[in-house]
């Protein structure tokens, strides 16, 4: 077995995402659990440089976007806002 298949071996690589087995969105798919269009992911897509959730271009047309990468975008959006400072 390799790092693919078994994270955190003792290679002293970091630990990498089984991205074949892991699950994957479409576009379609992906765009209502965000609450966003469709399009809103194209155009994350397309910018310059490109926004939104890391995504794998298999075909011209055909775009899948992994779950642990998505839930690992979601994390390092969050803003956990602070309490205020007692004076």
Same mark, same amino acid.
């Given at each position: ?6 994270? #955190? #071996?003792?290679?002293?690589?970091? =630990? ?6 892991? #699950?994957?969105?479409?576009?379609? !798919? ?8 469709? =399009? ?11 926004? #939104? ?8 047309? *055909? ?15 969050? *803003?956990?806002?602070?309490?205020? !400072?007692?004076?």
């Amino acid at each position: 077995m390799n790092d693919l298949q078994q994270p #955190g #071996g003792d290679t002293g690589q970091p =630990s990498v995402v089984d991205l074949l087995h892991s #699950g994957w969105y479409t576009a379609d !798919e992906l765009a209502p659990l965000l609450k966003v269009d469709p =399009s809103t992911l194209r155009r994350w897509r397309t910018a310059k440089p490109p926004q #939104g959730p890391p995504f794998v271009r298999l075909a011209n047309r *055909t775009v899948v976007y992994s779950i642990p990468d998505t839930q690992a975008w979601l994390v390092s959006q969050r *803003t956990v806002p602070t309490k205020p !400072e007692a004076a």
